[in-house]
């Protein structure tokens, strides 16, 4: 866990330098998936198909592909939900051990598509990848590259094909990364790469923003056996539960349009407002799916950690782990009791936390940011169990508890 958390913590701090500019790194349709599962990095993941092979008795893949509308199959790919990145990709043949990593899938193999083509390096979408552009192939086509806060990294070519979404919804002409190379612990764990979810013009939700609204929800499980959604759009049969979130301004910068942020106000624990003014939260906070833990002004984290240890009294204390300092000792606990946690957002919105979404392993799931000045993060752990809607176009963020 401490490994996992030393990853989470350079994320966090490569995030926080790309928002203050300290690196150059820079009614609709809707689609319903009820595939997202937890997996045992601390991030979740879901499954999409891509590419279009014609139906032959001949090809090994068919058991393991997702039909397509038009009589095709796709590869079916499970990739990693990652609302921070802007390049979705996937590993592609030739993708040999150790340049790639195993996957659980069978590897996308671009000359098996009828629909596959690279991006040639003369097009608008080479241009439009910006800081994910890294030069061309010898034979012109875009080669992409993408370096994650936590030392991950993925490289190839920067490709067009057609996305399958369950079993109907087909995305044409796609672009996104076919990688032949990739390292980092991020991608130790079977997935076949990412479904990037962020502000930047390449994301999912930029590239299909016609067709589901720039708006997408999800809700990541409490537990590794069970399943949460990835919701992209407003179904008809959703929209009717709209009146049930609680919902707080969602903010964008114009120097990292990447990532999503909101305005903490107050945070209750065990009933109690912490003694901590709403100025403190001011350099705002990060939501992101594939952040681990929460991040807060120093400010705040001291007084929500000697509120949370004054409730704990009954338990062991253990050591920390990495940067979680209140740990506990639950040998031989039966139950475990916690105090209950809400986090206050801009405009009132409160958000109860699930007793899932407070400790991360036995510690306290929150850590301090290394100055009141620098944005905070509100992480996976404290998202569990809440379908958490990035309405873009509205400018908002809404939360309903309970939902997975």
Known sequence: MADMVDDDQRRADYIQKRLTGATDDKQPMAFDSKTSQYVTSGQYATNGAIGSVPHLKSLSTTATTNSAPDGTSAVTQTVIIDSGSDVSWVQCKPCPLPMCHRQRDP???????????????????????????????????????????DGSTATGTYSFDDLTLGPYDVIRGFRFGCAHADRGSAFDYDVAGSLALGGGSQSLVQQTATRYGRVFSYCLPPTASSLGFLVLGVP???????????????????????????????????????????????????IDSSTIISRLPPTAYQALRAAFRSAMTMYRAAPPVSILDTCYDFTGVRSITLPSIALVFDGGATVNLDAAGILLGSCLAFAPTASDRMPGFIGNVQQKTLEVVYDVPAKAMRFRTAAC
């Open 236 to 286: 008809p049969e959703r929209a009717q539960l709209i009146p049930s979130f609680v919902s707080t301004p969602l903010l964008s910068s114009s120097m990292a349009p990447t990532f999503y942020r909101v305005l903490l106000r107050a945070i209750i624990v065990a009933g109690r407002p912490l003694a901590v003014p709403p100025a403190v939260f001011s350099a705002s906070s990060v």
């Open 107 to 149: 590897l996308f193999d671009p000359a098996m598509s009828t629909t596959y083509a690279a991006v040639p390096c003369t097009s608008a979408a080479c241009a439009q990848l910006g800081p994910y552009r890294r030069g061309c192939s010898a034979n012109a086509q875009c080669q992409f590259g993408i370096n994650y806060g």
